[in-house]
């Protein structure tokens, strides 16, 4: 669905704010063969590429925070845990909700 609406301008919206998969994945489904813009195009991977590369291995380095809900604590059923859970699925719902309004100004504008 990405490769209906890939464009530079949107490829960049999402690096800005921060969907660096998103932007990854439509920097690659443009055509830089035909594109003036393709070298840009094949370094902007390149360094986004090299950035998430950092960003995974500086994560993996990071220690366990005592603030993240193992599965045992949610399954456990303690309200303290149950109360976390639905509000980290909360956050994620309203993360999603952004990401649909997001294209639905861009397909509006097409």
Do not use: C
Not at 22 to 48: H, N
């Amino acid at each position: 669905m990405t490769r209906n609406f890939a464009s530079l301008p949107l490829a960049r919206l999402y690096e800005k704010q921060g969907y660096i998969d998103d932007a990854l994945e439509i920097y690659r489904a443009i055509d830089t063969s035909q594109s003036p813009d393709g070298k840009e195009i094949l370094d902007t991977i390149s360094r986004l590429e090299a950035q998430k590369k950092i960003a995974d291995s500086t994560e993996n380095l990071k220690e366990p925070s005592h603030d993240v809900l193992t599965p045992d604590q949610v399954q456990a059923g303690t309200k303290e845990a149950g109360m976390a859970h639905m509000l980290e699925v909360w956050l994620k719902l309203i993360v999603m909700q952004k990401r649909v309004d997001i294209f639905k100004a861009f397909k509006a504008r097409l």
